[in-house]
């Protein structure tokens, strides 16, 4: 695939993704699905990057353990390097032949070490052990592990389920300690909030005087947040805006470099690569930086590499262009169409009382049809939608307009009168905007390949101050030589 900035493995999607910062490159472990039927095993494949946009495939890093091992499915966990040099993967084994007492297949957690600079590694099969006393067997999975150099100890953080409660507020992040990251003991539960079914892919990190826990929720909303402290034991304080992204960004991990903070997560595919087919697991890694507000909160964007990828403009609409429609529709469009890639960057200055504005992606030349990024500044959100919806039989009415848009692609947002800005980078069947470099909205676009990009504006009025399209410049070609470097390290 030629999406720079993003990443899908030749005839296979990525899955959960296990990053790893050393030496100023990314290590990203990931769960390589090639939604083959009979069902594979699961390994890790692993790919580096430096500049966070050319992304090398390194290839199979821990193979499945074959039909009858306890990881014929090596799924999330976690890589931490310890004092003399040799790095420790933790990680998720499952067999769907092996199966607890309740019928349903039993989650271990193993450990494989390697002492080449993660070429190769080495299982240790003696240190695999289930779910300790109080969890259900089926649900102990995508164990992190950190140094705590406060109480000088490891810790583990496991997604777990209790084994008693009513079925969707099981969910619970529980603890193992150890000394020697050989031998665990159960600690009391890391974070116990009674929410969900489970809280998957758990990570925490200390970042200047704030403490932030990440987990992917499963399975209300399908979406991975953050809470936030002043000390790694808590008490956890919900933000206001504590999501990182919508439904079809998941079980985004990070890892820091330089005092940057990168979150690795995968954009869903579609069943059938069609507009309304069923969200599937695993799809493309998508990488966004995280900002820290004065407050301690989050905000997210691409990162700066990704954009700088778009350098050349191509089409604008002028600026100063006002879209004034009090009490009906107005839009502007750009007179060519936009390229399968593109970057575009909408400021507008939103007039009190406005009830809606923002972009036309891929449209037709009347504006009617195409795909809309829509800003919401009464109920304070960006929403996804395309026009026309999905049909539910032949008659008039028949249409999916009781559904205004993408129920699970909304983000909340403050949209208070005056200039706000929407950046959105199309790839293909990727599409991420982000409002006010703070709020990020992933999505795919199949239906639609071609057509124009432009503004519109809603009950309301709003005043264009930039409308810019960029288009991707190749730099491909330079960056071979890093590339050649990066696999030659990885061997």
């Known amino acids: 695939m030629n999406q720079r900035g993003f990443y899908q493995p030749e005839g296979a999607w990525v899955g959960d993704v296990i990053p790893w910062q050393e030496g100023g490159v990314f290590h990203l472990f ?39 091992s306890e990881d014929h499915n090596i799924y999330t966990g976690s890589i931490v390097l310890d004092g003399n040099g040799t790095h420790h993967a933790f990680y998720t084994g499952q067999n769907p032949a092996l199966c607890g007492e309740d019928g349903i297949p039993l989650q271990v957690v193993m450990h494989a070490t390697s002492r080449d600079g993660m070429v190769s590694w080495q299982r240790h099969s003696s240190d695999t052990f289930g779910a300790t006393a109080g969890y259900e067997t089926a649900d102990w999975r995508d164990p992190f592990v950190f140094w705590d150099e406060d109480a000088q100890l490891w810790r583990m953080l496991i997604t777990a389920r209790h084994a008693q409660g009513p079925a969707r507020r099981r969910g619970v992040i529980a603890q193992c300690t150890s000394y020697d ?49 002043r000390s790694l034991h808590g008490p956890w304080i919900v933000p206001e805006h504590d999501t990182i992204d919508g439904r079809a960004y998941y079980a985004a991990k990070s890892a820091e470099r330089d005092g940057h903070r990168f979150f690795f997560g995968w954009i869903a595919s579609r069943e059938g690569a069609t507009d309304d087919g069923a969200w599937q697991w695993a799809g493309t890694l ?28 191509i089409d604008e609409i002028a600026a100063g262009t006002a879209l004034c429609a009090p009490d009906g529709y107005a839009d502007a469009l750009t007179p060519a169409e936009a390229p399968a890639a593109f970057r575009l960057v909408a400021r507008f200055d939103i007039a009190e009382h406005t009830n809606e504005c923002g972009v036309l992606l891929r449209a037709s030349a009347d504006g009617n049809e195409g795909y809309v990024l829509r800003l919401e500044p009464k109920r304070g959100r960006l929403v996804f939608d395309r026009w026309p919806r999905c049909g539910t039989g032949t008659e008039q009415w028949q249409i999916s307009g009781d559904v205004p848009f993408a129920v699970e692609l909304e983000r909340p947002c403050t949209l208070d009168p005056g200039e706000h800005e929407i950046e959105v980078i199309v790839d293909g069947d990727i ?15 199949y239906d639609r390949q071609t057509g124009l990009v432009g503004a519109f504006v809603g009950e309301g009025a709003v ?29």
């Open 431 to 445: 599409c991420v905007a982000t409002v006010d470099n703070a709020t990020v909205l992933s999505t795919r676009l």
């Open 286 to 313: 998508s990488v966004l930086e995280a900002e820290q507000c004065e407050d301690g909160t989050l905000a997210f964007h691409p990162t700066t590499d990704l954009r700088q990828t778009f350098s050349e403009p």
């Open 30 to 68: 990931y769960l390589h699905e090639t939604r083959r039927t009979p069902k594979e095993g699961m390994p890790w494949h692993r790919v580096l990057t430096e500049n966070l946009v050319d992304f090398t495939e390194a290839g199979e890093a821990i193979a499945s353990g074959g039909h009858s």
């Open 181 to 229: 990251l050989t031998s665990w003991e159960p600690a009391p539960p890391f974070w116990d909030p009674r929410r969900y079914i489970a809280h998957e892919c758990p990570e925490v990190f200390q970042w200047g005087d704030w403490w932030y826990l990440v987990y992917s929720e499963f399975s209300d909303a399908f979406t991975t947040r953050y809470r936030m402290a």
């Open 463 to 491: 005043t264009i101050k930039e409308f810019s399209v960029f288009t991707r410049t190749n730099e491909r070609s330079a960056s071979r030589t890093s590339e050649n470097h990066l696999l030659a390290a990885a061997t």
